[in-house]
């Protein structure tokens, strides 16, 4: 059983998504493929992958400046090609490199893909949403999944107010 989510945000988002949807998201994903991944544990990507990977999700690094090392025991890889089959593609890049990596996602049938908070690109979010893919913007899944205080994969999270 989940436990209730908090009451709904009292300001709407870039993406337009409600709470429901972003939790529905975050609940059925199971395979990640985290663009723009780093080796340099002061970065956000690293922080998100551990958390995600705490979840009981299936993360894949992809950074070709970073091929073959890995990161929280899982090798990186340098394309989305490389990571597929994936259902969702959570981007740490800024937006101005956002296009090809959603023209990838879109290519290898994801069904979400996810901006980390400041990364917007409307033009390809209009592309993929015109496939059928779920596009979360400007959002970070650590935050939402804590402030909605969900259980993903058996894991408990607390809202940051508890």
Same mark, same amino acid.
């Given at each position: 059983? @989940?436990?209730? !989510?908090? /009451?709904? %945000? ?13 939790? =529905? ?7 990640? /493929? ?23 999700? #299936?993360?894949?690094?992809? &950074? ?10 899982? !090798?990186?890889?340098? !394309? ?9 593609? =959570? ?11 959603? =023209? ?5 049938? /994801?069904?979400?893909?996810?901006? @980390? ?11 993929? %949403?015109?496939?059928?893919? !779920?596009?979360?913007? #400007? ?5 939402? /999944?804590?402030?909605? &205080?969900? @259980? ?5 999270? %607390?809202?940051?107010?508890?």
């Amino acid at each position: 059983m @989940q436990p209730p !989510t908090s /009451a709904a %945000r009292p300001y709407s988002t870039i993406d337009g998504l409600s709470d429901d949807v972003v939790a =529905d998201l975050l609940r059925t994903t199971r395979r990640i /493929a985290l663009v723009g991944a780093s080796t340099n544990p002061g970065r956000a990507s690293h922080g998100v992958m551990r958390f995600l990977l705490e979840c009981g999700y #299936d993360v894949t690094p992809v &950074n070709p400046d970073h091929l073959g090392h890995t990161i929280h025991g899982r !090798t990186v890889v340098a !394309t989305l090609d490389e990571a597929a089959p994936l259902d969702m593609v =959570d981007v740490f890049r800024r937006s101005a490199f956002v296009a090809p990596v959603v =023209d990838s996602a879109i290519r290898l049938g /994801a069904r979400s893909v996810w901006m @980390q908070l400041r990364v917007i690109d409307e033009s390809a979010a209009v592309k993929a %949403r015109a496939a059928g893919i !779920t596009v979360v913007m #400007d959002r970070c899944p650590v935050i939402e /999944a804590r402030r909605m &205080n969900l @259980q993903l994969a058996g894991m408990a999270l %607390r809202s940051r107010s508890s």
